[in-house]
């Protein structure tokens, strides 16, 4: 295994334990969501900037999470970025 696949295979596991802390916190603790997302919104906006595009897909599942649309709209758009970027993601697709 080269360089490139081992720090791709690396990235990849981080961010299917960082949908599954999402996750988790989403059946077991929905309040803690809302918390983080205020806590990311409190920051100064060089630091959101940084943060939002190093965790561009969970800010914007924070987003998702924390806007006022029906449930199963952001159920459906939670899994569908969930899979789209662990699609990107995934070290052994084919090119």
């Known amino acids: 295994m080269d360089a490139t696949k ?21 059946l077991l603790r ?7 997302w205020s806590w990311f919104r409190g920051q100064a906006f060089l630091l959101q900037a940084i943060e939002f595009v190093i965790f561009l897909p969970w800010a914007l599942a924070l987003w998702i999470w924390t806007t006022d649309w029906a449930l199963w709209i952001r159920l459906i758009l939670l899994a569908g970025l969930a899979w789209a970027s662990l699609y990107l993601l995934f070290p052994w697709r084919g090119n």
């Open 30 to 36: 929905q309040g803690d969501l809302d918390d983080v």
């Open 6 to 26: 081992f720090v791709s295979a690396i990235v990849f596991f981080l961010a299917v334990i960082l949908w599954g802390a999402f996750g988790l916190a989403l």
